[in-house]
């Protein structure tokens, strides 16, 4: 299973998907788009701990999380 | 008897209202406890043994390789340290909404490690008065 997690005022939104279901795919494809769109930044970590930003969905990433754009306080 | 039968409802609004405490207040540990745990799942070994020990952890932003150190919190947390580990910048930025402090921390860690330069640009600078160097 793969998961999306989206930062909210909640904490967070987890969506979990098996990626190897084409729907549950085109669906976590479409959610990536609509929130990349509003703004959110999406990032990816590797096994090793390290992060990356991804401007395109990642049909192999296991694990991305959304954040909403960036303020200065 | 009759004094007890007329505080029913009063009693009942009572617990009503402790039963929505109670779950307002569980709800902000839950989402609170929620944000930290993702924060921490995200931080590399070095970084995470960092935040167990001190309550704060380091990050090296991907452009310049200067060294940041966020302390716990939403805003105001991120500072830019010299070499001896002193701070010399406070930089203010965050993401967007009501976040807890976990999510805030993660988002910002993200930033300086994979797009300093746009963090910077974003970022409102203040002098670390105040702060200690003391981690936590």
Known sequence: MAIQIVMDHTGDTRHHFN????????????????LTGLGFTA???????????????????????FFPRLVGG | MFRFQRSLPAVRTGIHALRQLYRKVLGEITKDARGLQLMRDWLSPDQRAQFDDSGTFEVVGCHSGKRYRIYRGTAQNVFE?????????????????NLVAGDAMLAQKIALETDESGALAIANRFLPRGRTNAHG
Do not use: H, M, W
């Open chain 1, 19 to 34: 990626p190897e279901d084409v729907q549950a795919l085109a669906k976590a494809e479409e959610r990536f788009k609509k």
């Open chain 1, 43 to 65: 990032a990816v970590r590797t096994a090793s701990g390290e992060v990356s930003k991804v401007q395109s969905f990642d049909p192999n990433a296991e694990e991305t999380v």
């Open chain 2, 81 to 97: 340290i010299d070499e001896a580990g002193e701070l010399k910048l406070g930089l203010c930025f965050t993401p967007y909404g």
